[in-house]
């Protein structure tokens, strides 16, 4: 029965999801309302799933994802804002949600009260990055944002741990709660680079797209199980694992690059809906919990509110504020309109519902799980719609990026270009055995006049001679990836030109072998 109850969560939120995406709105947003609404029908069952399949299944891929598109150089450059948001800002919210929530809501204790701070605590970019996506955000306002989602879930979490093994009487591997959070973030980190090392060594001696795809979408489960495991940070070592393999990628096979990039957009969508999707059907059955009649619900609605507004309010002030005081974006530099989005991109999501899920039983369970689906749906309501005005509003346009975006490619373009002339060169000097001389001054006429491998190819009159032909396009192929690799790696070109390049040098040699 269950299985057919995710079947139809899952068909009807990419439904809903895509008449979503036709009509303009943000999908996000449809789907958990109509989620919501649907959870009111009379005699609907239950839909509820344990909160380790949530933490273990649905965010490993979507972390995953996202670090495979990020970059070390981005991390490093971002440093300082990434770590005050995805971790100084955690920490706040937590410390402010629930001392405010202590004082707000009757009859819950200081450390139930923090318990529910740690579980609100989390900000979900998804929601935000798709808005930034889609309107066109600066890339350093992306890499930022990107940045923090992916340190802001494991700190989150490792606060959740504390606070309920102080409010449960529980242990952890650690008392002390500094160097638990160190153990975490360190093996973590060193489980993930460990797999992603190991990953990338046996791809590399795969040589099949299928397989190799196959591997990558085990990567992120293994990563977070294994990490758990070790009681280490799962989140963390996910995402090390995901940018290990993201910067290393420029090493594997055309077809696998080019398969990766759909099967992992197409997970991407089909998670992001499913879990907006369970947020919203939750709506009904939370409120039941709790049992409220009469006057109760006017008790429960206003330190909702209240608790709502706070953690809001906290992400903006604590980015204003620390920028006022010129700490937090002091290397960046950040205008103020990139700062003010930056404030506004604090919707809740999948890690609060799912912590509130896995909230073990304690004095104000019902209260912490029903107080944290208001807030995260609350920051969706009203965040999720006034993202896009305020950024359209503020008109974030950077002429000085576009500049040197257009000098980036120009520069990609010339690197792959000098690399394909050197390897054509000695090519053309020394040809294969079996390449007769009018062959090479065939192939080195149309690679300079930026011929097809598929048009080169169809010129050539026998098989033999056209797997010669197309043989030599794939080592001009390779040593242009190596080259834009190179270049990237030593700071001559930043990763998103990379990536571009890459993307049109693997539709190029699939073309070439569609006619082999």
Sequence with gaps: MRAIQLLLVVVGAIAVAALAHKKGLQSSL???????????????????????????????????????????????????????????????????????????????????????????????AVAALAVGRRLGLPKRLMAILTGESLLNDAAALTIFTLTVAAATGGHTVFENPLLLFGYGVLVGSLIGLALGFVVHWIRQRLRDSGLETALGLVV???????????????????????????????????????????????????LEAFVFAYMGLQCRFVFADLHLTGTDWLWFALPALA?????????????????????????????WPYVLVISWTGMRGVVTMAAAAGVPPMPGRDLIQALAFVIAVGTLLIQGPSLPVLIRGLALSDPAEEREDLANAERAQQISRRAAKKTLTKLVKHPPANADPELMRR??????????????????????????MLQLRRD?????????????????LDEDTVRRELERLDYEEAAAAAVS
């Design 220 to 270: 992120p489960f293994a990563a977070y199980l294994f990490a758990e495991e070790l009681h280490a940070s799962g989140v963390l070592a996910v995402v090390a694992a995901g940018l290990t393999l993201g910067h290393n990628d420029t090493s594997a096979g055309f077809a696998t690059r080019l398969q990766g990039r759909e099967v992992w957009k197409s997970l991407d969508v089909l």
């Design 443 to 468: 192939f080195e006429e149309q690679i300079t006049a930026k011929l097809t491998a598929r048009r080169a190819a169809a010129e050539v009159s026998t098989p033999a001679l056209r797997e010669i």
């Design 476 to 492: 001009v192929l390779a040593a242009q990836r190596l080259a834009l690799a190179t270049a990237r790696d030593e700071g001559k």
């Design 30 to 124: 449809v789907v958990v309302v109509l989620a919501a609404l649907v959870s009111f029908v009379p005699g609907l069952p239950r839909f509820e799933l344990p909160p380790e399949m949530i933490l273990g299944v649905v965010l490993p891929p979507l972390l995953y994802s996202a670090a495979l598109d990020f970059s070390f150089v981005s991390l490093t450059r971002n440093l300082r804002p990434i770590l005050g948001l995805g971790v100084g800002l955690v920490v706040a919210s937590t410390l402010v949600t629930g001392v405010v929530a202590w004082w707000v809501v009757p009859g819950l204790a200081l450390v139930p009260a923090l318990v529910l701070g740690s579980v609100v605590a989390p900000p979900d």
């Design 307 to 335: 608790l709502l507004a706070t953690v809001i309010l906290v992400r903006p002030l604590w980015v204003l504020l620390t920028y006022g005081q010129n700490k937090l974006f002091r290397r960046e530099r950040l205008p």
